[in-house]
């Protein structure tokens, strides 16, 4: 299981960056439509990929694991909050609330409890 946790820890990792560094300009769209100020937006990007560092950096030191995936988890319903919130189509819903499976998941792991 923990082979799996790691690959997970490595999937949200990959795919935090992805969204907050290379598609930005859609992170900007969003958080606009979400009526949300750039300072929130900052705060929240650079919270996800100090999170996703931590998430990798995991890998070797599994004690940073746990709090960094409960948080992500967090900041992953807070997504599907504002996604509700502006009722947008579930196709604008599944990535985050994959990557909050996955953080659950990783925390479970990492709590032993599967």
Known sequence: ???????AQLIVAVSIIIVWVFRFDNIVKEF????LSDQMRTIVGATKIILATLLVVGIW?????????????FLMISAQYFH?????PWQKRIPSLF???????IAAVSLNMI
């Open 1 to 7: 299981m923990e082979n799996i946790a790691i690959a």
């Open 99 to 105: 990557l909050l499976a996955l953080c659950l998941f």
């Open 61 to 73: 030191h599994k004690e940073l694991v746990l709090i960094p995936a409960l948080i992500m988890a």
């Open 84 to 88: 509700f919130k502006v009722n947008n």
């Open 32 to 35: 606009k439509q979400y009526e």
